[in-house]
């Protein structure tokens, strides 16, 4: 009920029709299968084209993410720190331009947990290691969301790196 004087309840309606009610469309189309990506009602621009947040929909190829190309060969990826190869693998799953690796495909011994999180809109809570190799260490260069969002179930337990870590597909 709105009393004379009391604008309490138009001050939500310009913030329902402007930011959420497309948010909860622009995520309810995501969640059906649609190419569009969710826009964040804090960062408008992450739902704009060119923007690749998209996890690839179950059935889907890993790597491209197309329904379609399940059945294509796939490339080898390797992470090399210091000379040495950390992580290989066939399996990568490509999210904003960074190749998260399966869990079983990274040589541990060169991964030690960190205290570093860090937090991604759309993914959740990302988890850090320090990489070292041979003395060098490369700090927080590796990490993982353990418990990510609905939307990037398809990279949990799997490990991506910054670029101190070559990431490169091989022949």
Known sequence: M???????????????VNYLIPFV???FGYLAGCRAEPASPRFPAAGRAGADHRVPPPGADEKSGHPGDKGRDRVMVE????????????????????????????????LTKS??????????I???????????????A???????????????????FTPVVSVDETA
């Not at 990302?126 to 927080?140: E, F, H, I, K, M």
């Open 115 to 124: 205290r570093a999180k860090s937090l991604c809109p759309w993914k959740g």
């Open 142 to 160: 590796a990490w993982t969301y353990r418990h990510p969002s609905p939307l990037a179930r398809r990279i949990k337990d799997h490990v991506a």
């Open 79 to 110: 992470a090399v720190f210091n000379g040495q190869v950390i992580a290989r693998s066939e399996h990568t799953v490509q999210v904003e331009g960074n190749h998260y690796f399966p869990s079983a495909s990274i040589r541990s011994e060169f």
């Open 2 to 16: 709105i009393l004379a004087g009391d604008t309490t309840g138009l001050t939500w309606t310009p913030i329902a």
């Open 25 to 27: 469309v622009a995520s």
């Open 126 to 140: 990302a988890s850090y290691y320090t990489v070292a190799v041979g003395g060098v260490d490369g700090g927080n």
